[in-house]
């Protein structure tokens, strides 16, 4: 069994700053990418940012700038430090990560619960 454990949403003010955090435990074997996906009222989920285990990273242009991407390998963590934040950006944001329980398992996508951030205008 794999977990995503998300913490660090809450209620910030337009231009404010928020950080999420996420940590993958249970039978890891190598995570791919991890990344961060928010769902908005009445949208669509949609890709926020994800980082690669080779580095690579891949932001939303809604983002781009204001919002960057880490991981902690050793810690199976990823990290979003969210700046500038604006009223739409307002959504519940979820982790997310391709995992591979075993040397001969299949990569499969794992989700978070959710972390409600909000921004006031």
């Known amino acids: 069994q794999v977990q995503l454990v998300e913490s660090g949403g809450g209620l910030v003010q337009s231009g404010g700053s928020l950080r999420l955090s996420c940590a993958a435990s249970g039978s890891i074997f190598s995570i791919n990418a991890m990344g961060w996906y928010r769902q908005a009222p009445g949208k669509q989920r949609e890709l926020v940012a994800s980082?690669?285990?080779?580095?690579?990273?891949n932001y939303a242009d809604s983002v781009k700038g204001r919002f960057t991407v880490s991981r902690d390998n050793a810690k199976n963590t990823v990290i979003l430090q969210m700046n500038s934040l604006k009223p739409e950006d307002t959504a519940v944001y979820y982790c997310n990560a391709a995992i591979l329980c075993g040397p001969f398992n299949t990569t499969r996508t794992y989700w978070g619960q959710g972390t409600q951030v909000t921004v006031s205008s």
């Open positions: 980082k690669s285990n080779g580095g690579g990273t």
